[in-house]
């Protein structure tokens, strides 16, 4: 099964092979140092640059390559295969972009800034954590502070991705000083218009390449700069599904290397010891069928989003109780499957996945995939399944 065979809409090999490509000669080699030294992979990134994906998202008219959100998926899933740190990037940019092209088009100031990126093949960060809000994305503590056509903002956020090496900023914060913490709107802020603080160090266990210590950011721009949809239809339509669905995507790329991994290491125990069923051989059939699930998993919310995405308005069944019910669970069963299976490939590989300097080693897999459910953090989202079940009617 392919992402041509689940989306309503054409999936660009081209597109995918670049992705690959860039995985496999520019992403895998540097993957290691990128998770030892916990820093941003710069090479990737370069190379995604170069190959004009960072303005994939950008629609065709304003110079970009109109890249839907399955081809998105299916890249996330080919660079996480290599360095899922370098897929989650490229996810969390593509988001903001989407949330820009789908909210923003009415707005020339962010037309003119859509068509930038895709010139300059700018990278967007996503300040939407937030120091005081228990990792509430739909509640805010700061607030825009507007003065006359410009306003300033200045947001403390617990976590925010590859911030020193990004672009711009697009930061959730509430309309107006006076506005209740869930009156939230978008805003961007350019290179030049902030300043980052950072407040918290960068050690974590897996994911490393991220680059996601805490920051305060300060920043003053233009009022031009705030999108004028509200945050909460932003979130439901665009921000929250796109986010599971690559997430879950890059999450796929890591499990799929796992396998590939534990395949290749039974493959070489078989060939030791001709005729002799290897020990791992059946958890690999085990193993083999839990990647089918995840990937039938994704790839049909994916194709179910899509759809919708292609339409020239937001389809109603996105703010529906209902599909935020969906998109939770898909990010619930990704995040959940993906350390599974990468657990149960380390005890098809044994010592040989458990050594670092091993071509089977799954150490620095396990713990990016560990990281998966706390990436939101899964109790959060149960808890707030929890309450939209109580008043869920099941048509």
């Known amino acids: ?17 670049q992705a690959r490509r860039i995985g496999t000669e520019v992403a895998r080699p ?13 090479e990737a990134a370069a190379a995604l640059r170069e190959e004009r994906l960072l303005g994939a998202t950008v629609p065709v008219e304003l110079g970009g390559l109109g890249a839907s959100v ?29 949330c820009m092209a789908r909210h923003g088009m009415g707005s020339p100031f962010f037309r003119a800034y859509l068509t930038e990126c895709a010139e300059r093949q700018l990278l967007v960060a996503s300040a939407t954590s937030e120091v005081g809000v228990g990792g509430d994305m739909r509640s805010s503590v700061c607030a825009v502070e507007r003065d006359g056509a410009r306003f300033r903002l200045r947001k ?46 960068w050690d974590p ?7 996601s210590p805490g920051y305060v950011t300060t920043g ?24 599971h669905v690559t997430w879950s995507s890059a999450w796929l790329g890591i499990a799929s290397d796992a396998v590939s991994r534990a395949r290749a290491y039974v493959r070489a125990d078989a060939r030791r010891r001709p005729g002799v069923l290897p020990y791992g051989a059946p958890r690999l059939g085990e193993v083999t069928n839990l990647l089918q699930t995840m990937r039938a998993t994704v790839f049909e919310a994916t194709a179910e989003y899509d759809a919708m995405m292609r339409e020239p308005t937001p389809p109603d ?20 499957l993906v350390g599974k299976i990468v657990l149960e490939c380390l005890t098809i590989c044994g010592m040989a996945g458990y050594s670092n300097d091993s071509p089977f080693s799954m150490g620095r897999q396990l713990r990016d995939a560990l990281g998966a459910a706390l990436q939101v953090s899964n109790d959060r989202i149960n808890t707030t399944n929890a309450g939209l079940l109580l008043v869920y009617k099941d048509d």
Not at 1 to 17: C, F, I, K, Q, Y
Not at 30 to 42: E, L, M, Q, S, Y
Not at 165 to 190: C, F, G, M, W, Y
């Open 156 to 201: 403390a956020s617990s976590v925010l991705s590859y911030a020193e090496h990004a672009d711009s900023i697009l930061a959730t914060a509430r309309r107006a000083p006076e506005a209740p913490k869930n009156d939230q709107v978008l805003v961007l802020l350019t290179k030049g218009q902030y300043t980052l603080e950072r407040t918290t160090t």
């Open 70 to 98: 399955a081809e998105v998926a299916a890249m996330c899933t080919e660079l996480g295969k290599h360095c899922s740190a370098t897929a989650v990037a490229f996810a969390m940019h593509h988001i903001q972009i989407a």
């Open 205 to 211: 266990l897996g994911m490393r390449g991220t680059c």
């Open 317 to 336: 069944h996105l703010s529906t109780i209902a599909y935020a019910l969906k998109m939770n669970n898909l990010k619930i069963s990704a995040s959940q």
């Open 1 to 17: 099964m392919s992402w041509n065979d689940v989306t309503r809409g054409p999936v660009r090999s081209e597109l995918v092979e």
């Open 30 to 42: 540097h993957a290691g140092a990128v998770d030892r030294d916990a820093r941003f992979p710069f």
């Open 220 to 243: 003053e721009a233009s009022s031009d700069q705030i999108l004028d949809a509200a945050f909460g239809d932003i979130a439901a339509q665009t921000m929250v599904p796109y986010s």
